[in-house]
């Protein structure tokens, strides 16, 4: 772990303390004492590389519990290794530290993620820690393996495969309309599940190994059901079809939004799902059942461009966003 910004140097000695036992099950992160960590790969695996930044007033506020901002960072970038079919191995952090963040709040920042490094089983080797002047920024890269040459891309969608996706969607955005005070007729129990989905993605890293040879091309949702479909359709020149009346909702959103063609594009316009939406031929359906996870077949691929939403009469949506963006 290395650092910069001399007047506090030696806080940030104290900082690479803190996360050195994260780094203890992990030989090739030498402790956190180099410049540099080693990272041993069978010959036959590639290395899934990915990046994520999350920022104060953006993608939390400085209120939120460190623990669960400390999962957020970590669980968006093992989303999009779990996207990928890759399994992830260890991942490196760069804190850019607000003035006002103290060692209570890295302290409990750092249990986060070595309650989640348990939990996934990877381990930090490496990282940086700044002071700014400006707010809170966490950036965490996350690296995985998987077989050489095998990693799901957004490409590979070809008309007739169908669509795909896991768990339900449109909780977590459910969950942010109940932090800002909406939800007044869910019960104690459906308030915390939704705002759980907000605060702590549950990213699908069992499933997505499991979908190597199965998916033809997929996606994390993170911006919003159909934005992330978007981009699958435009990469694999494509275009995707869903029946608004096939995606899935929980329990809790349909008490709070009903299910509707309205909640619907509610759903599928909100962000933060962290699910994984995916192609496949329609020969891997059995296959797919099998594995023993919540998949929803929401749709088809076709020849052409974009993405359409259909109501159950089978006319086009109007969409007045595809989705969430943090910009
Ligand atoms: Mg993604």
Redesign the pocket.
């Known amino acids: 772990m290395t650092s910069s910004g001399s007047n506090r140097l030696g806080e940030f000695e104290a900082i690479a303390k803190l996360f050195a036992p994260l780094a203890a099950k992990e030989p090739g992160a030498l402790s956190l004492t180099d410049d540099a960590a080693i990272l041993d790969l069978p010959f036959d695996e590639d290395l899934v590389v990915?990046v994520d930044a999350l920022i104060e007033g953006v993608h939390f506020l400085r209120d939120d519990p460190p623990a669960t901002i400390a999962k957020k960072s970590l669980r968006v970038n093992l989303?999009?290794l779990a996207?990928k079919g890759a399994t992830p191995r260890a991942y490196l952090l760069s804190l850019s530290l607000a003035s006002w963040v103290g060692d209570d709040w890295l302290t409990q920042f750092a249990r986060g993620l070595g309650e989640d490094q348990e939990q996934y089983g990877i381990a930090l080797i490496g990282g940086d820690t700044t002071a700014t002047p400006g707010p809170l920024t966490i950036s965490i890269t996350a690296l995985g393996s998987i077989a050489k040459g095998m990693m799901i891309r957004r490409s590979g969608a070809v008309a007739g495969d169908c669509v795909f996706v896991t768990g339900t969607i449109g909780d977590a955005g459910a969950g942010l309309a109940v932090l800002k005070g909406g939800g007044g007729t869910l019960d104690k129990n459906e308030r915390a599940a939704l705002i759980a989905r907000y605060r702590i993605p549950q990213p699908r890293s069992a499933l997505g190994p499991r979908l190597l040879y199965i998916a033809s091309a997929a996606?994390?949702v993170?911006d919003g059901l159909i934005a992330?479909l978007a981009h699958i359709a435009e990469t694999s020149g494509v275009r995707i079809v869903v029946e608004a009346a096939r995606v899935p909702l929980s329990d809790p959103f349909r008490e709070m939004f009903g299910g509707d063609d309205e909640a619907i594009i509610r759903a599928a316009t909100a962000g933060d799902d962290y699910e994984i939406a995916f192609t496949a031929a329609a020969s891997a359906r059995a296959r797919i059942e099998g594995l023993g996870f919540p998949i929803t077949e929401i749709g088809r691929v076709e020849k052409g461009e974009g993405v359409v939403l259909l109501s159950r009469d089978g006319k086009a949506l109007k969409l007045s966003k595809p989705g969430f963006t943090h910009f």
């Open positions: 990915t989303s999009d996207a996606i994390d993170s992330d």
